[in-house]
């Protein structure tokens, strides 16, 4: 039998007897199953040629044509701090997201310390979030003088694992933060439930999922509160900015009094001696960033449908090979936002090969990809922040011992997923879908070689 012939069969048997749906069988083309085929050749970190030479699209995506005509406007206007066009970003936002209120903040990060803050979160309280996120998730909450309480990570979704939530929750416990990592929704449906009957407050770090839904609801909507990000690597890139959202106008009313100083609801902006009601902060986005907000909310429906369409056919094509494990989506997700495509790597699979030796042979057919998120519940920051004095001021002693927080907070499922993640950037996902077939030819290659990669490339 021929390479060929091997590789035509494998890719058939592959295909068709272990399980891959009609539909997608039917959606591979015959042009793009001959590339699938004939691609047996040495892997570009032996010497052999790139699977991918072709420039990958770049991100943040701008079109001066389309883009800058408002956003010089404001430039040109002299009015740069919050004004009309931050409303209208807002009012869009809110109507995008299908919520009543939306308030436009300096960045996710501040979105989450100013729902949690205003939700009534801090010192004595503990609130349940997932290790696998971002930093300032925690943060966010270490901020508001909450402490956090880790809930392992279900390795196929790569959410927060639901049924690990009521295990965690002590007498303290007066919030969840679930995050909606990665772009794939973590399950509300569940989530909220647990909430309602805990009586625990919901802020949804919707940071990475812009447009995600769960029974066609989009994410953010569910908990009591919603943040999203703007900033530069996100699908909506503005720099720099963030988004709360909620129906509930008095917790709306506050986020604005704590964004603009404190200040009451419906203060014009620069007023002083304006009454301030609270301790509030400054958190307010500019029009020039709003501008660019706008025009990038634009293209934002039709990228994510892309995304969505490249996602489920790389998910098929991948998802056959030995040792590649791609992300679930559970059954209550009708779309998804996909800030990464991520995909769990066995290297017993793959002749040993570690995770970072694979990501060094993908990169060099062309493919770029990284490892993701270290553990966050064993890092350094946390034996700092137990050690400050507002938190010796707000716990007893034994909820401030390293060793015991440690060994409360284990998620050895997150230990290992961490280990074993890799994710594909989302602007990948905005190519072509014979762009998907050079990510998975990338893949199949180092599988089908991963012996030689092992023996001759990295001794
Ligand atoms: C999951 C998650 N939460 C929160 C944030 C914080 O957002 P920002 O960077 O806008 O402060 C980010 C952004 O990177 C994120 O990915």
């Known amino acids: ?33 001959a590339k699938c085929i004939t691609d047996t050749g040495t892997p570009a970190i032996l010497g052999g040629e790139k699977i991918r030479t072709k420039e990958w699209p770049g991100w943040p995506m701008w079109d001066p044509a389309a883009d800058e005509e408002q956003v010089v406007k404001v430039l040109r206007s002299g009015v ?17 997201i299908g919520s009543k209120r939306c308030l436009a903040v300096v960045n996710g990060t501040n979105a989450l310390i100013a729902s949690l803050v205003q939700l009534g979160i801090g010192g004595g309280d503990e609130v349940l979030v997932p290790p696998y996120t971002f930093i300032a998730t925690v943060i966010s909450i ?7 309480v880790f809930v392992d990570t279900d390795p196929e979704t790569f959410q927060i694992d639901c049924d690990k939530i009521e295990a965690k929750i002590t007498p303290r416990t007066k919030a969840i933060l679930p995050v909606h990592i990665l772009g794939l929704p973590a399950d509300m449906i569940t989530i909220m439930d647990i909430a309602k009957s805990h009586n625990l407050i919901v802020v949804e770090d919707a940071c990475q999922a ?29 720099g720099e900015g963030g988004a709360i959202v909620s129906d509930d106008d008095e917790f709306m009313d ?11 609801y419906g ?34 429906e039709e990228q994510t449908v892309k995304r969505n369409e490249n996602a489920a056919y790389l ?21 998804a936002a996909f800030h990464l495509f991520p995909f769990r790597y066995k290297k017993e699979e793959f002749r040993e090969l570690t995770r970072s030796e694979f990501l060094k042979a993908l990169q060099a057919e062309g493919i770029p990809a990284s490892g993701g998120y270290t553990p966050l519940n064993k890092m350094p920051y946390l034996k700092n922040v137990l050690e400050t004095k507002n938190f010796k001021l707000m716990y007893p002693p034994e909820m401030l011992d390293y060793n015991k927080f440690m060994e409360r907070n284990q998620c050895p499922v997150n230990d290992q997923l961490c280990g074993e993640a890799v994710w594909i950037f989302h602007s990948l996902l905005l190519a072509e ?13 180092i599988h089908r070689n991963a012996d030689k990669i092992k023996n001759n490339n990295l001794k």
Not at 142 to 148: C, K, S
Not at 254 to 264: D, F
Not at 269 to 290: C, D, L, N, P
Not at 315 to 335: D, E, F, M, Q
Request: one cysteine or more; hydrophobic letters at 40%.
């Open 1 to 33: 039998m021929g390479l060929k012939d091997y590789s035509r069969r494998r890719f058939v048997k592959q295909n068709s007897l272990a399980g891959i749906g009609a539909a997608v069988t039917m959606s591979i083309s015959p042009t793009i199953l």
């Open 80 to 96: 740069w701090s919050r004004a009309d066009l931050v409303t209208e970003f807002e009012k869009k936002w809110a109507e995008t």
């Open 142 to 148: 270490l901020q508001t003088g909450a402490m956090p």
């Open 210 to 238: 812009w447009l995600a839904e769960i029974n066609n609801k989009k994410v953010g909507t569910f908990g009591n509160a919603g943040c999203f990000s703007f900033q530069n690597s996100k699908n909506i890139p503005i």
């Open 254 to 264: 506050r986020c604005y009094s704590y964004h603009n100083y404190g200040n009451p």
């Open 267 to 300: 203060t014009l902006i620069g007023t002083v001696g304006s009454g301030t009601v609270m301790a509030g902060t400054k958190m307010r986005i500019t029009e020039y960033q709003a501008a660019i907000g706008l025009a990038q909310m634009k293209r934002l």
């Open 315 to 335: 998910r098929a094509r991948i998802k056959n090979i030995p040792g590649i494990l791609p992300y679930k989506l559970n059954n209550k997700v009708t779309k």
């Open 433 to 445: 879908k014979s762009d998907m077939d050079d990510i998975a030819n990338a893949v199949d290659r």
